[in-house]
């Protein structure tokens, strides 16, 4: 009996301990309570702002102390805030902490609106540096009028500044004050931002450096030269082992990767063979699964866990002389300053789902045990052990065979265990890889959703150092699967209709946005629906990529299509170009050379940025387009791996004619939804079981050998709007990454009506910057002279009348006539 009380004792804490977490997660309450928040600091904003004015009058009152004075209707109070905010403005400005008590209010408004989730902040960022600025000011007010404390009512440092300035002057004086103040300034501004650091060496530095340039200068009796190319180097080659790496600037880029060690899944239960109808002494059903990855125990010293996150090639690199550098110029590259105010979503724009974690029914368990033995029973087949791992919508029951049964005899019973635990999408693994056991998956009763913010915010995802992370859902055994899309290098989705590829697509797109910086990624976003990407089309100035002369970021048109895709060739071959006069041979290894500064970009390098081209509808274009779309995507999926372009195609209608054998022969990984028919999950995976999964996200991942069956992680249309509208208030580029111009074989101007006696005024400089780049590119007069791609245009095509350009190639650059600058002055000087 005592045992019973204590378990029920046990069960009603528990279930009053989740009544309570329930109550503290409700967004209504958190509405509710960041209202408050927001009235109370804009009430002690009308208390604090009459103070100033009615303080003086008010001051006998609220000092006499006399209660019922205070309490009655004729008090003599002016504040505008009554008697109790007359007497919260005394006490906190007057008493506490002086004018600075206004930070006091600025978080109280800005945890207001967090709670009612009007604005995404780090609220223990806002109160550190609430906090530090309140008690900064009021010592600085205190210290610096400290005569005002005894000539006015108001004290701008309160009791807490007079005091602790009288406490350090006595202590440091009043230099050392002062020092104090100005140290724990700049510190502030250093926890602000780690580039006060870069703009203070520049400050000490520069006038130094001046003078020590000009004496040694002076000692060699040469003239003053300046420092013209900070990214070629004079001295000798050496090897460096580990380049310098940008420190970062947000909390995202500072993950270290943390191998998961090998431990049972707790939601791993033996079933007990001894009986078929007697119940197990067993886990009680009330007992649930975590969801969320369990916090490994730390490494050694010795282990992975100490190497930082970023990885460190060995290279050859031209170094020169500490002395040779001019001020910041030894700093490596870092892309991200571009934009480097930008910050990733937070995973509070993710939605909470209540009840989604995994729970052990012990009865649906022994009824489905039950089943399972009796049919395989009644053909004769026994078995020595069972045990079950209860997923988020599957339950994986692992059987041993007796010996002497034939794998083949249990395979073929899967309409027949299907038949008799009354369930769709029953799918047997026999065997399964690296295991002695068969295993049969069994959709769950009560299945849960797996939600992005579980995914997007787990520990296996937040420490990922993979270059593209793509976080798909949660496996049966509840961990976070995760893949790299750089690994893969391109994808294929497949399934029936509302199976969930929409939100398949969302989840690996969300994945991507983050993880990585504007800087280091750009999408081109194909939909034929018009539909289903249209929500990202606000990030157009941060992500994607786009023709010059598309007006819509987000590709719907059929001909716009398969301009872009030869578009994204021309873009891959420039970068193979790249890539062959660098020395090197992927982007991994073009991209940190040209950050250690060892690439110039007057010879027309660059930082690649990765670029993920996603298609849905697939089949939809081949239909229409046919050979004109599938031949430059054959092209990109051969060759586009090692320049850093991706590609994802996503299809409903998984036929031969669709995806044929080249797509399938370059697109490795495939991801299968729910399909009708077994021939369409052969289509897909080369092997049936896409037919036998349940829908609603349950899908099939290939890579290499075996299937692995997913949840896929669910992020509704809503989460991805709140993501997309976050990033799309921050500051971006001015336009769209613009991809290189495409014309066809039968494209080119009709230089007949171009008037070469009204021509461009940047025309001069346009055919300067041509010869002087050897290039003859409309993008390249584009991205110089920040103009649109129709001006752009008619100069080059002026520029091809005068005979300093060729015509059109195809999808090659212009042919440069003009061997260097005197040749081109000397075609200018006949023209004009």
């Known amino acids: 009996m005592a045992k019973k009380n204590s378990t029920k004792d046990t069960e009603q804490s528990l279930s009053l301990f989740g009544k309570i977490r329930a109550i503290l997660k409700n967004e209504t309450i958190h509405f509710v309570v960041g209202l408050i928040l927001v009235i109370f600091s804009v009430y002690l904003l009308l208390a604090f702002s009459s103070f100033f004015f009615t303080g003086a009058a008010d001051q006998s009152i609220i000092d006499s102390g006399n209660t019922q004075e205070l309490a009655s209707v004729n008090n003599g109070v002016k504040n505008y805030a009554g008697s109790r905010g007359a007497q919260l403005a005394s006490y906190l400005i007057n008493d506490c902490f002086g004018i600075s008590s206004f930070f006091i209010l600025v978080f109280l408004a800005v945890a207001g609106l967090k709670l009612m989730r009007v604005r995404i902040v780090r609220l223990w960022k806002w109160f550190i540096g609430c906090s530090l600025l309140l008690i900064w000011f009021s010592v600085f007010f205190g210290f610096a009028f400290v005569e005002q404390y005894q000539n006015s009512f108001l004290y701008l440092g309160g009791m807490h500044g007079y005091n602790i300035s009288n406490w350090l002057t006595s202590q440091v004086g009043v230099p050392g004050v002062w020092m104090i103040l100005l140290v724990t300034a700049i510190c502030f501004l250093i926890y602000l931002s780690a580039r006060t650091v870069v703009w203070l060496r520049r400050l000490f530095s520069l006038s130094f450096l001046k003078r020590k340039q000009k004496a040694e200068e002076e000692e060699e009796g040469k003239a003053p030269e300046e420092f013209t190319d900070s990214w070629t180097a004079k001295g000798k080659k050496k090897p460096v082992s580990a380049p310098d790496v940008v420190e970062p600037d947000t909390e995202e880029e500072a993950f270290v990767a943390t191998p998961e060690p090998a431990e049972e899944p707790e939601n791993e239960i033996t079933l007990d063979l001894g009986g078929i109808t007697e119940k197990e002494p067993a886990k009680p059903s009330h007992e649930e699964v975590s969801m969320i990855i369990e916090t490994p125990a730390p ?412 949840q896929c992680a669910f992020i509704d249309t809503p989460e991805v709007a709140d993501i997309t509208k976050f990033i799309a208030k921050q500051q971006g580029y001015p336009t769209a990454f613009y991809l290189p111009e495409y014309v066809g074989e039968d494209g080119g101007s009709d230089l007949g009506d171009v008037d070469m006696g009204r021509l461009d005024p940047l025309f001069e400089d346009a055919a300067r910057l041509i010869v002087i780049h050897q290039q003859g590119s409309t993008s390249l007069i584009q991205r110089k002279f920040a103009i649109g791609y129709n001006r752009a245009g008619r100069i080059m095509d002026q520029l091809e009348k005068a005979g300093i350009v060729g015509p059109t190639q195809g999808s090659k650059a212009r042919e440069v006539l003009c061997v260097d600058e005197n040749d081109l002055q000397m075609r200018l000087n006949n023209l004009l």
């Open 299 to 710: 490494e050694p010293a010795s282990s992975l866990s100490d190497k930082p996150a970023v990885a460190e090639p060995t290279f050859e690199v031209e170094t020169v002389e500490e002395d040779e550098y001019k001020g910041p110029e030894k700093e490596p590259y870092n892309p991200r300053l571009d934009l480097e105010n930008y910050r990733f979503p937070s995973i509070d724009l993710m939605k909470h789902y209540e009840n989604a974690e995994p729970t052990i029914d012990m009865a649906e368990q022994n009824a489905n045990k039950d089943k399972i033995i009796n049919t395989l029973r009644s053909f004769g087949i026994e078995i020595s052990t069972i045990k079950a791992t209860v997923g988020p919508t599957v339950t994986l029951y692992e059987i041993t065979p007796e010996q002497g049964v034939r794998i083949s005899k249990i395979r073929g019973l899967e309409d027949d265990i299907a038949l008799s635990l009354s369930a769709l999408g029953i799918r047997i693994i026999a065997p399964i890889p690296g295991k002695g056991t068969i295993g049969i998956e069994v959709p769950n009763s009560n299945p849960k959703i797996v939600s992005g913010q579980s995914i997007i915010g787990s520990k296996k995802f937040q420490e990922s150092t993979y270059d593209l992370p793509v976080a798909l859902g949660k496996t049966i055994t509840n961990e976070v699967f995760m893949v790299d899309l750089c690994k893969m290098p391109h994808m294929l989705v497949a399934g029936a209709t509302g199976q969930g590829k929409s939100v398949g697509l969302n989840a690996i797109i969300t994945s991507l946005l983050y993880k990585k910086h504007p800087a280091e990624l750009k999408f081109v976003l194909v939909d034929p629906k018009k539909v289903e990407f249209s929500i990202y089309s606000v990030i157009e100035h941060h992500f994607l990529a786009k023709l010059p002369d598309g007006e819509d970021a987000i590709i719907t048109d059929v001909t716009k299509v398969v301009q872009t895709l030869n578009s994204i060739c021309v873009e891959m071959d420039t970068r193979y170009d790249l890539l062959k006069a660098a020395h090197v041979r992927n982007i991994k290894e073009y991209n940190e050379k040209f950050i250690n500064r060892t690439l110039n970009p007057e010879k027309g390098h660059k930082f690649m940025p990765y670029i993920v081209v996603v298609i849905d509808e697939f089949g939809d274009l081949i239909m229409t387009a046919g050979k004109e779309v599938e031949l430059p995507i054959a092209r990109i999926a051969q060759l586009a791996r090692a320049v850093g372009i991706h590609m994802i195609i996503a299809t409903q209608r998984p036929t031969t004619n669709i995806i044929t054998g080249t797509i399938k022969a370059n697109f490795p990984a495939r991801v299968a939804f729910r399909v009708s028919a077994m021939i369409d999950s052969r289509t897909i995976l080369d092997r049936p079981g896409a037919n036998q999964l349940i829908g609603r996200g349950d899908m099939l991942f290939l890579q290499g050998a075996d299937p692995v069956r997913v």
